[in-house]
């Protein structure tokens, strides 16, 4: 657990938010000042692309302890240290002896990928804590625990309001592990599975159904344009069958042939041990889904790493019982690596650098307005200063739908991009906002533009003048 806090929350709060995470932090803020939590958006529009859970869980963190780059990222660091935790416990309750459990979180803690997903402000250590939950209630409902199919359901309804699909992983997981077993139409019948399916239903078609008939096209880009293009979309050129396997090759370290190792270990153990056969399920059904859907994307790998991490464990167990100082020596490692993350914390590029100072220069002069109004590039061209702005600034920001003139009023502050200021002054002036016979075109704009950087343009409509 220690190790777990420093890797994923020393540092991660020493850089500004850009990117997703910057807009994920937005729309949780965008609650806490609105007070709506049930029609998500993100600067004015609205946003269609990830369930509630997150934004809910950090807008409680920013109502209670303010919105800051820290409490940004505070649940989803907070959550990973849970996740290291939960393996931990998963591990005891599969395999015999600490030891397995101990070298299992030991692997996902230090892994790379992990540590970089669950620092920052994203999604997955939200769903990971779901699928986890899901996996050990499936291995309970076998034998040991049929009410557990209760809490299969409880772990589908977390894990859909956390990230959609990827939050029925373990009732794929459990449906396998029932027939294999030979309890399928026990526990689908019982009324276990019944309270299950209710729970899951119940946290999760409140909120889809406010979703859809709120007239803002959800179901489609939803369920057509997330869901349904990920799974049966357009392919990415050079992202064929194999290449998740070639990003494990090329990322997964040093744990990849430990864990690869692991793997036959577990399969030599498939007819002894149910704990080998559900993680062996579980790795097998997430490889076979992530490889077939069209869209491919580094972070949908993350709900493969605690299994990886579980098989790594499996085998740096079997050594440890020859060299039995090993997992001590890992632990030094592993504190040293930990150290070097809290010592130094996060990088960014020279130009995420430059484009973040830019965002917030202008942004600690946005005060005092109820909206600032950004136009459409702002918000989406890249890069996306309209998610830094989100963000930082103290005033909620706009994007306009079409030309900001339409949204335009006297006294009103307008955020532009420098390479279409021209233009957007031109159509502030031919809507009256600006006076037309100002003594030249340079006249008007030095009246307007309050602030300028090399990518940003600060404009304020002026107020009528006094009679």
Known sequence: MALAAVFYLARAAKEPLDGDPAMYATIARTIVRTGEWTHLTFNGDPYLNKPPLHFWLNALVFRGLGASTFTATLVPGL?????????????????????????????????????????????????????????????WSVRQHPAATALVGVAAGGGWLAKGPQGLFPVAL??????????????????????GVIIALAAAVPWLWARVSEGT??????????IGNVLFGRRVLGRGP??????????????????????VILGRRWRSSLGARAWLLYTALVLVVITFAAGKKSRYLFQLYPALAVAAGTALAAAAERVPRLLTWLVGAAVAAALAVGIVGDHVSRAQ????????????????DDVVLITRETQWGEPQFGKILGFYA????????????????????????????DALLGRLKSAGLIAADAASAATAADAVVVARTASLALVRVPRPAAR
């Open 79 to 139: 959550l990973g240290v849970v996740d290291v935790v939960l393996l931990y416990v998963a591990c005891r309750v599969m395999f015999p002896g600490r030891q397995t459990a101990f070298a299992a979180a030991l692997v996902y803690v230090t892994t790379p990928e992990v540590v970089h997903w669950s620092r920052g402000v994203h999604l997955e250590t939200l769903v990971t804590f779901w699928v986890l939950l899901g996996v050990l209630a499936a291995f």
């Open 394 to 421: 103290r005033p909620l920001l706009h994007a306009c739908h079409a030309a900001c003139d339409e949204e335009a009023a006297p006294g009103r502050a307008l955020v532009a991009r420098t390479d279409e200021l």
């Open 353 to 368: 650098a430059l484009h973040s100072r830019e965002a917030l220069e202008v942004a600690r002069l946005l005060d005092g």
């Open 174 to 195: 459990a449906l396998l592990l029932w027939l294999r077993e030979g309890v399928a139409r026990r526990r689908i019948r019982s009324w276990w599975a019944l309270a």
């Open 242 to 263: 194999l290449w998740y396997l070639v990003k494990l090759g090329r990322t997964y370290w040093p744990w990849l042939p430990v864990a690869a190792a692991g793997l």
């Open 217 to 226: 096209g959800f179901a489609g880009a939803y369920f057509g344009g997330q």
